[in-house]
């Protein structure tokens, strides 16, 4: 068995509300920062042993499907690295 970190990165869809993104970009809009959109994001660093990356990646995105990401609202990625 090897060690991998497993990311996933939930982000709503585009077109869903993202009302805590759009606060921020408001925000950074008073500050000066102007910018077309922003959206919000939770990432999760999970470490986990795997026989290979592609086993890794494959738990990772069975827990994104499960639990992590609501499929009807959210889009995910999945990023493994050897530990």
Sequence with gaps: MT???????VRLKRGVLDPEAETTRQALGRLG?????????????????????????????EMAERLL???TIHDYTVAIEER
């Design 3 to 9: 060690a991998y970190t497993a990311t996933v990165t």
């Design 33 to 61: 920062f102007e910018l077309e959109s922003l959206r919000s994001a939770d990432q999760f660093e999970i470490d986990l042993d795997a026989e290979s990356a592609s086993t890794a990646e494959e738990r990772a995105e």
């Design 69 to 71: 990401a609501n499929p």
